[in-house]
């Protein structure tokens, strides 16, 4: 391996280590406000009995947008109070782990919608995007810290229970109540843990 390269690594590696508490920090809000968008998505959703065709698709592949410009702004905001540029070296790295399962995320439904219509239901598709998202956790955690390792199992998880009950229950609006439990209640979920746990930090 190069030298220089090899120096770059570890930089990159020792500047994660070092910022693990300030990207805990910067993590409270952006999962609050993934939580917050999650949670209007699945209500609006349900409300509106969007679905289950491509109108579900188009309407979450919005609402992931949405929370994507919004977390891109909190970064942007976090990264211009520390005085850092935005597109770090250490952003780098955790953008390339997140970026196949979330790559394979967006494009599994419009694709699906394109190429073989029905192939994958409206009905299916929560679970598919539950496990491809904490798959994309878990890598990011890596590089972030355990919690979002955490995070993303949690993901798997429900994703993988999701699929297992898939049929069970004939409940109107069910995959919208799912997104909504799972991008919208977990996402929140998190980032009140980390308010709280911060703050409880910072006074000691």
Known sequence: MDPNVASEQIQIIRTL??????????????????????LLGGGIGYA???????RFVTMWSGVAFVA????LLLVRRQALKDSEP?????????????LPGLAAGSL??????????GLIPSEILP???????????????????????????????????????????????????EMAASFGGLHLASGIYLFFTEKNQAKQ
């Open 86 to 98: 935005f597109w770090s070296p250490p952003t780098r790295r955790v953008a390339q782990a997140m």
């Open 68 to 71: 994507l410009i919004i977390s």
């Open 127 to 177: 679970s598919l995007w539950m496990v491809l998202y904490g798959c994309s956790l878990c890598s990011a955690g890596f590089f972030i810290s355990r919690g979002v390792r955490i995070l993303g199992w949690l993901f798997l998880l429900c994703g993988c229970a999701v699929l297992c009950v898939h049929g069970t229950f004939r409940i109107s609006g069910l995959p919208h109540i």
């Open 108 to 117: 599994v439904g419009p694709l699906s919608l394109i190429f073989n219509p």
């Open 17 to 38: 280590m070092e910022r693990a508490a300030l990207y805990r920090r910067a993590m409270a809000p952006l999962m609050a406000a993934a939580g917050i968008t999650g």
């Open 48 to 54: 509106a009995a969007i679905g289950p065709d491509w």
